[in-house]
């Protein structure tokens, strides 16, 4: 092969490959008709347009969330302390670092489930549902809940997409993403929480209590 010939070939295999990639480092898109936002290739990996995949998950360590209430209030107007079984339920879904939330049921649900299945041999979840109940005791002028935290853990990894056509000028994207989701309880140690929580009344629950079908009552209500 001549030098002229090996630069010629050499400058196509460049050309085409600043045609075939694109790579997409953060959410914000660079000026109109650039290039796509990450929201853009996720929906067309959702909506089947873009053939998609999920590469080199990295699971973190897992951790437990915030905690928040997942029963109704339990108010208190009685001189005594009061107990309750009350019902909770409480549902956890999962997150982008690039906006939104995974759709049960989805095309990216099934990506990322796919591609840690086959890296891991670890069945993801992108939701988790739990229901109880649990005996509140409340002391009186006080409000109770049960209030619930769920071991969380984060994948890391790149969306690649693929189109048959350019778009955006390029036959291929790459979009950096991390998910947060639920992680099964036990997970590096961690463990879900389930907690009663109370506090003094406010003024305006106490007139609740000063008259009406509340008055020395113990009664419930929605946040």
């Known amino acids: 092969m001549t030098m002229n010939h090996a630069l010629r070939y050499g400058s196509r295999t ?15 898109p660079a000026a ?12 067309d990996c959702a909506s089947g347009e873009g053939k998609c995949s ?22 208190n107007c009685t001189e005594s302390p009061a107990s309750q079984s009350m019902s909770w339920a ?9 906006g939104g939330s995974v759709t049960v ?6 990506i990322i489930t796919a591609s840690v299945t086959a890296t891991y041999n670890y069945t993801w979840q992108s939701s988790h549902t739990e229901t ?23 994948i890391s990894g790149t969306w690649q997409t693929h189109y048959d056509d350019p778009k955006w000028g390029h036959y291929y994207w790459f979009v950096p993403d991390t998910v947060t989701g639920p992680a099964p309880n036990g997970t590096d ?30 009664f419930t209500r929605s946040q």
Request: charged residues 15%; neutral net charge.
């Open 189 to 218: 140690g961690k463990h879900s929480a389930v907690v009663v929580k109370s506090r003094k009344m406010t003024s305006g629950e106490k007139q609740l209590c000063a008259g009406g079908s509340t008055q020395d009552k113990v």
């Open 132 to 154: 109880s109940s649990f005996t509140v005791t409340v002391k009186p002028g006080e409000v109770g809940w049960i209030s619930r935290a769920q071991v969380m853990q984060q």
């Open 54 to 75: 999920f590469n080199s998950p990295q699971l973190g360590k897992a951790y437990l969330g915030e905690p928040r209430q997942v029963s109704e209030l339990l108010f």
């Open 14 to 28: 460049l050309a085409l490959t600043a045609t075939a990639l694109g790579v997409i480092a953060t959410a914000v």
């Open 32 to 43: 109109a008709d650039e290039q796509p936002t990450a929201e853009q290739i996720l929906a």
């Open 90 to 98: 409480d549902t956890v879904g999962s997150s982008h670092s690039v």
């Open 105 to 110: 049921g989805g095309g990216i649900e099934g």
